[in-house]
Each structure stands twice: as C-alpha cells, then as structure tokens.
T-cell receptor, first 114, second 118 residues
Framework: DVKVTQSSRYLVKRTGEKVFLECVQD?????MFWYRQDPGLGLRLIYF???????EKGDIPEGYSVSREKKERFSLILESASTNQTSMYLC?????????????FGPGTRLTVL | GDSVTQMEGPVTLSEEAFLTINCTYT??????LFWYVQYPGEGLQLLLK?????DKGSNKGFEATYRKETTSFHLEKGSVQVSDSAVYFC?????????????????FGQGTILTVHP
C-alpha cells in the first residue's frame, strides 16, 4: 500500500520559533508537494520539488523554505513562525510518468502558532 | 490560467438523498480531471478520475462525467450515507510550465463540505 507519512499530526509552537515539518513517501516518487489548507481557501501550494535538491516556489512561498536531501523526504521549514501560519499542512507526492498527475497525500499536520 | 470552480457549500443532506456537487474548469486542451475526498481528520484521497472527454469516473457509488461542451465534471451520488460526510475537492492538472513540464502539479477547487444526517 502506498504511503505518505508526516512527522506530527498536531503541533503547537510559539511565535518566532523555527519549525520543521517532515514528510516521507515510500513510493519512489519524483515529485513532492507542500500545501496549506485553510477554511474557504482550499489547498494552496507552498513549494514543490521534482527531484533531489530541486525545489520550486508555489503560490504562497513567503515565510517558508524547503529541503529535499533524499528522494523520499521533503521538509517544510518555518524560519520564524508567526500566528498567521496557524493552519493544516498537507504533504503529497506523485510520479510524473505514471497515472496522470495523481497525488498521494499524507494525513496532515495541524500547526498552531501561539 | 488553468483553474477549477466548485459550487459554494456547505451542503447538508438527509441519508439516502441525491447529491450533486458542481465543478467547472478552465484549461488549455483536454486534461485529466479528478475528485478528491477528505474524511474528518485525514488527508486527501483520490475518489475518482476521468482522463478524456466523455469518460465517466466512478467509485464508492459516486460518479462524474467529463463533459467538454460544458467544461464540467460534476460529482453525483444517488443515495448518500452518513459515512459520506467529508470535504470534496475537484482538481485539474496545471498546464506545462516554462520548462516544458507541469511537474505533476494540480490546482484544486476550494472544497465543498458535505454533511449527511441520519
């Protein structure tokens, strides 16, 4: 069974803290994505990666960075967390040559910044 | 640019009622179309897809037909259950970027919250 796992289901951090969200996939997928999900706004793409060490900005990259040192792992970093980054964060992966653009999602991390 | 528009929610139904959630799209060419579902406390999972015009995707009693004339991909189910309560997202692959590939990116509708009461 294909699987995308995220390091935490719930996380509470303080304003100004550095926050790491980890995502691991076991499907040998090339592409990995970080989204944030907010009520009424749907899913918005923060960053994506199409290969190890390669990354591209999505629609809302401000305040975030990413790291992909290994194919199976994609990390989202909040350099200095702020209250407006309180949200649900979803990681996904896909394999470009495979089933057209189908993405597989992790369970999400609900981050609260106080 | 490529985009999807979903009907505004939330939608509240009684068990065994008929469900329609509207989705229309704007795209270059004839991309694949997807419906994803998110059950409470979980990530998204693919519900069904259609890869070309006039295709009908189906799964778990849900259906959606890819209609290029109306650029629509409406989700339907004849008789909903309480267990269908979830958020439903229509999605569309983004077109080719400057590098000649979309890298598998999708654009999602804003989601429709469905609540089914016994």
């Amino acid at each position: 069974d294909v699987k995308v796992t995220q390091s935490s289901r719930y996380l509470v951090k303080r304003t100004g803290e550095k926050v790491f969200l980890e995502c691991v996939q076991d499907m040998d997928h090339e592409n990995m994505f970080w989204y944030r999900q907010d009520p009424g706004l749907g899913l918005r793409l923060i960053y994506f990666s199409y290969d190890v060490k390669m990354k591209e900005k999505g629609d809302i990259p401000e305040g975030y960075s990413v790291s992909r040192e290994k194919k199976e792992r994609f990390s989202l970093i909040l350099e200095s967390a702020s209250t407006n980054q309180t949200s649900m964060y979803l990681c996904a992966s896909s394999n470009s040559p495979g089933t057209p653009n189908e993405q597989f999602f992790g369970p999400g991390t609900r981050l609260t910044v106080l | 640019g490529d985009s999807v528009t979903q009907m505004e929610g939330p939608v509240t139904l009684s068990e065994e009622a008929f469900l329609t959630i509207n989705c229309t799209y704007t795209a270059t060419g004839y991309p694949s179309l997807f419906w994803y579902v998110q059950y409470p406390g979980e990530g998204l999972q693919l519900l069904l897809k259609a890869t070309k015009a006039d295709d009908k995707g189906s799964n778990k009693g849900f259906e959606a037909t890819y209609r290029k004339e109306t650029t629509s991909f409406h989700l339907e189910k004849g008789s909903v259950q309480v267990s269908d309560s979830a958020v439903y997202f229509c999605a569309l692959p983004l077109g080719l970027g400057a590098g000649g590939t979309s890298y598998g990116k999708l654009t999602f509708g804003q989601g429709t919250i469905l609540t089914v009461h016994p």
